[in-house]
Nanobody
Framework: QVQLVESGGGLVQAGGSLRLSCAAS????????MGWFRQAPGKERDFVAA????????YYTDSVKGRFTISRDNAKNTVYLQMNSLKPEDTAVYHC??????????????????WGKGTLVTVSS
């Protein structure tokens, strides 16, 4: 069992930055591929970024490439999402998620084993 707790959300102006963190419980954090998803009001939960188990590979949805960076610290059981040049359309609840068997390269919402409750990011114009 893995518990995930996100933090770092808030209100920021367009063009600003935020850094989200996701702290995981358990001693097997490094065995999970980790991802960030987001859900805007009235919309489905969509993939944002993923990182492989040893942090060697990262993947992003096209709309955040060059602006967001996912990273992880396996010694601290934490995954991060650095978000720069934020836009109003980035406004959403951001959830981190873990998969024990799925690949990071093709991370999909339905394949995730554990989810955090999310942290709200609001970008004002």
């Amino acid at each position: 069992q893995v518990q995930l707790v996100e933090s770092g959300g808030g209100l920021v102006q367009a063009g600003g930055s935020l850094r989200l963190s996701c702290a995981a419980s358990g001693r097997t954090f490094s065995s999970y591929a980790m991802g960030w998803f987001r859900q805007a009001p009235g919309k489905e939960r969509d993939f944002v970024a993923a990182i492989s188990r040893r942090a060697g590979n990262t993947y992003y949805t096209d709309s955040v490439k060059g602006r967001f960076t996912i990273s992880r610290d396996n010694a601290k059981n934490t995954v991060y999402l650095q978000m720069n040049s934020l836009k109003p359309e980035d406004t959403a609840v951001y959830h981190c998620a873990a998969t024990a068997t799925g690949p990071a390269a093709t991370m999909a919402r339905d394949a995730m084993d554990y989810w955090g409750k999310g942290t709200l990011v609001t970008v004002s114009s």
